[in-house]
């Protein structure tokens, strides 16, 4: 934080570019803490690429350089690896309220949090992006169809297994060359959030998108620990009650954003839009079952403690519906 | 700020330094003097993640296969079999320089990898055929520019991915503006032969380019796995730069007999140490580009020079001429990330066609590759023939030139880039 | 002295060895990889990490072994120009700056290296200790500051030579072109 003529300057940096959902959610934030600051807070927001990746995001806030950031779990688990608890496939809900309410109000989660503060990101509020869906150039609607087909995946050994669960041979690359990559045959499919398929232009170069919910895309809103401490209790106070309505707001507009996004690859190419039946679905969260073995062997006990109750809390939820 | 940045980059540079000492000392100027409260231990951080890119590996593996061909006879018999054709043609060898960039640009996506692969075999050629060595350093590493203008091209992904444009759309409509810069540096290169007096062989007779086809026939397996490589889908660019290794392997060591195993670690060797010099230049500039990025200089002087309501050429003029002074400095896509998003707005607004501005932004990056002092292919040449950093800039001028009168004819004539994409 | 070059040579080796051995590396893994996809249809996931670990190492081992060969890009169009003892003062200079420069960066890198470390940070794939990526940064700047080192003592021992490497004395000092051996057709 730099102060300046009686101005406090704050960074937030997040991992998309602009018109993302955490572009919306760090401009939503720098929009209200400025005005009821009444001036006297700025807020400078940096995007991916501009002051470095999402991985140099992590350690510019636990080192400080960044006041706030919004970080996907995929960043920050290479220091917290119960981070990655959101990548096992079938475990949050099928329905985005419901895991709405899970990020908002889950115990497992609280727990989750006390392990990033004590790594240095204070975590205010969970949020999702979107399911993760799948593009490809055949019809898959069972783990069987899968089998042999090369599919782009981040290079989280988690990911891997669970892709591997399916028979799918997973093939991580950079981002930057998925589009050429599957435009010219050396990978057939990837996975990504809606938004970022109709970002990067993927559904050019597929002939299906498969919506099976499997996994969701959650990203973090963190803060500096020492950063966040020092505060007064009023300005507290403020950063926590816009955060909360910033995540309200982005709820709907991840809704909105990634529906509007899939009219818009709908309208203009005639890839084919596929949606699982829950019985196909079952198929895949069987054969799900042993990556999430995966997990576990990398998180300590209290990982294991954590994703045992996120499971029964998940399960509880449905139950009561 | 900018004026510590700048002067002691060009102040150190012009005392004889090491590049990578200018590259090194503003940005931690800077943030010594301006940003007491920045750890300079982020420079590390950002020279670190800049060079651990995946992409970046095509550079010395190309560099490793270009050095193994021109060891042993590779190079040799595929350029007797182009002179056979085109050796009596005025300019024909500078002509086909600028083509072969062209051709695999189209292949490889990196400027530096077409400075290294064309340029080492075509610069031995160009010096025997009469062309003065500041012509052919400048004619390689112009031409090796056209490579991001025609597709695949990471400076066109990024470009979409930061405005929403569609990348195919952005990869047809670069070819138009790549094809006419290959013209201008053809037409350049036949006045320039016959001002300069460079010799022509004689007309060769058909048993003689039969007799240099068959000798050819086995490196022209080069090109053909290459593109059969990556258009089949077997592998990347990035991998077709490992296959070119180990085909130049099989050919020169296993084939030809011309290269002993023995000698593959020293060319190894020299191709990691060119490899180094240059990335060394790349990680710096990555943590010079970092402290102007995070003291938001771009957004700063663009919003006072833009104003308020600005009209459509305005705009595409602005624009031009901040990529190339950005690209002067920095690497392209820091530019293109730092600076898409403060145009992308207003150009919309004034009714700019997307596209149209996306390849604007490609050529002024391609530009700044060559345009000094912070220049990738700069660096590269530099490095792989072993020049200075003086003599490789020399001959630049009527590059230059052409560049600028192509970007003119950009602003104001979209249909060179917008006629391709209406075949769609 | 002895006992110093010595150990300056096997350095020397050293570094030749990891630029040579990496390089080589970088190709085997990368027609690994497609033979691998494309063969047995299973890819490397560590392949990207891997590579990208490689060119750290080939960069920042590279800055010394280039120092020792004086091949690091300058502009020298002044330098060229300018006679005999503005050369050799410049020369000075120059290797003493960039000595400190090297130095200085290097413990900056130091200190990166132990954030990182105490951090625990993981590489995304393997999961290897980040630290060890990391490291060849400062151990790549501290060893090529060593070589400005070399160079300078190279250059105040020697009055009458101009060292630009550290192999041997710039043969008539004339230009970086001679000094490569490779004749050009126009001076600067
Ligand atoms: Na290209
Ligand atoms: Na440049």
Redesign the pocket.
């Known amino acids: 934080e730099i102060v300046d003529d009686g101005v406090t300057t704050w960074r937030i940096g997040h991992e998309e570019v602009v018109g993302g959902v955490m572009d919306e959610f760090a401009l939503e934030f720098k929009r209200l803490i400025e005005e009821r600051s009444n001036g006297s807070i700025e807020v400078e927001v940096y995007r991916t690429g501009e002051i470095g990746n999402h991985v140099d995001h992590v350690e510019f806030i636990q080192e400080g350089l960044l006041n706030f950031a919004i970080v996907n779990p995929g960043s920050s688990s290479t220091t917290v690896p119960e981070n990655n608890i959101f990548y096992n496939h079938f475990l949050l809900p099928s329905d985005e309220e419901d895991i709405k309410t899970m990020l908002d109000e889950s115990q497992a989660i609280k727990r989750l949090n006390e392990i990033n503060r004590e790594h240095d990101m204070n975590v205010h509020s969970w949020f999702v992006e979107g399911f993760n869906v799948w593009t490809t150039n055949k019809e898959i609607r069972t783990p069987k169809d899968f089998s042999g087909v090369k599919i782009r995946t981040m290079q989280s050994p988690l990911i891997i297994a669970s892709y591997r669960a399916y028979g799918a041979n997973p093939t991580p690359m950079p981002y930057m060359e998925v589009y050429s990559g599957l435009q010219l045959g050396q990978i057939d499919a990837q996975v990504n959030p809606v938004f970022a398929i109709e970002e990067m232009s993927f559904y050019e170069v597929q002939r299906y998108i498969i919506l099976s919910n499997q996994d969701a895309f959650v990203a973090a809103m963190v803060s500096n620990v020492d950063f966040i401490d020092s505060l007064d209790a009023t300005t507290r106070q403020m950063v926590e009650e816009v955060i909360a309505e910033v995540t309200d707001h982005i709820f709907e507009f991840q809704r909105n954003l990634n529906k509007t996004r899939l009219d818009k690859i709908r309208e203009v190419s005639d890839i084919k839009i596929i949606e699982l039946t829950d019985e196909e679905r079952e198929l895949f969260r069987d054969a799900s079952v042993s990556a999430r073995q995966v997990f576990r062997n990398s998180v300590g006990t209290r990982g294991n403690e954590i994703l045992d109750l996120f499971e029964a809390e998940i399960q509880e939820l449905l139950d009561s519906k | 700020m900018v004026l510590l940045l700048m002067s002691i980059l060009v102040i150190f540079m012009l005392l004889s330094f090491p590049l990578k000492v200018s590259l090194l000392l503003s940005p931690l100027a800077v943030v010594l003097v301006f940003m007491p409260e920045i750890d300079p231990v982020f420079l590390v951080q950002q020279m670190v993640s800049g060079v651990e890119v995946f992409v970046l590996l095509a550079v010395p593996m190309f560099i490793f296969a270009a050095d193994i061909m021109c060891t042993g006879q590779t190079a040799d018999r595929l350029l007797d079999f182009v002179e056979r054709f085109i050796g009596h043609v005025r300019g024909g060898l500078g002509i086909t320089t600028a083509a072969a960039c062209t051709f695999f640009g189209a292949i490889s996506g990196s400027t530096q990898a077409t400075v290294v692969a064309i340029g080492k075999p075509m610069q031995k050629r160009l010096i025997k055929a009469g062309y003065a060595e500041k012509d052919i350093y400048s004619l390689i590493i112009s031409s090796a520019n056209i490579a991001l203008l025609i597709p695949p091209s990471v400076v066109m992904i990024m470009y979409a991915v930061m405005t929403g444009v569609s990348v195919s759309d952005l990869f047809i409509a670069g070819i138009g503006p790549g094809l006419l810069i290959l013209v201008f540096f053809a037409v350049y290169n036949f006045f320039a032969a016959k001002k300069n007096n460079i010799p022509v062989a004689p007309k060769a007779t058909w048993a003689e380019r039969l007799h240099a086809f068959k000798r050819a026939i086995l490196p022209m397996g080069f090109p053909a796995i290459i593109i059969g490589g990556i258009y089949t889908g077997l592998f990347s660019p990035t991998e077709a730069a490992a296959a070119s290794v180990l085909y130049a392997f099989i050919l020169e060591v296993l084939i030809f007999k011309s290269v002993k195993i023995k000698d593959i670690p020293s060319i190894a060797l020299s191709s990691g140490m060119v490899t180094s010099v240059v990335f060394v230049l790349v990680a710096a500039g990555m943590g010079f580009s970092w402290v102007i990025s995070l003291a938001r200089i771009p957004q700063m002087i663009s919003a006072s020079i833009l104003g308020t309501d600005p009209s459509a050429l305005w705009i595409l003029f602005v624009v031009t001429i901040f990529y190339f002074i950005g ?4 690497d392209q896509l820091v530019v293109i990330i730092i600076l898409a998003p403060i145009f992308i707005g207003p150009a919309i607004a004034a009714g700019i066609d997307p596209l149209h501005l996306g390849i604007i932004v490609t050529l002024q990056s391609a ?12 660096f590269t040449a530099c490095a792989v023939f072993d020049k200075s950093y003086s003599q490789v800039v020399k001959g630049l001028a009527p590059y230059m030139i052409m560049f600028v009168i192509v970007s003119i004819l950009m602003i104001f004539f979209p249909e060179i880039a917008l006629f391709t994409t209406r075949f769609l | 002295m002895s006992i110093l070059k010595k150990v300056d040579q096997i350095l020397s080796k050293l570094e030749a060895f990891i630029l040579s051995f990496g390089v080589i590396a970088m190709s085997l893994l990368l027609i690994g990889n497609v033979i691998m996809r494309a063969v047995f249809n299973n890819s490397w996931s560590f392949a990207e990490e891997i590579g990208q670990f490689m060119v750290v190492v080939v960069t920042f081992v590279g800055i010394s072994y280039a120092t020792r060969k004086g091949k690091h890009i300058r502009m020298t169009a002044i330098y060229d120009m300018s006679s005999f003892k503005v050369k050799k003062i410049l020369t000075l200079i120059v290797s003493f700056v960039t000595m400190v420069v090297m130095f200085y960066f290097a413990y900056l890198g130091l200190r990166y290296t132990l954030m990182v470390a105490s951090r625990g940070r993981v590489t995304p794939a393997l999961e290897w200790a980040r630290y060890v990526v990391v490291m060849f940064f400062p151990i790549g700047f501290f060893m090529g500051g060593v070589q400005n080192l070399v160079n300078f003592v190279l250059n105040v021992i020697h009055k009458d030579e101009i060292y630009s490497g550290n192999e041997g004395p710039d043969k008539e000092a004339e230009t970086f072109a001679d000094l490569t051996g490779i004749t050009t057709s126009e001076e600067l």
Request: hydrophobic share 50%; with cysteine; proline share 12%.
């Open positions: 690209c002067m400095f920095v530009i700044g590759a060559v345009t000094p002092p912070f220049g990738c292919n700069i």
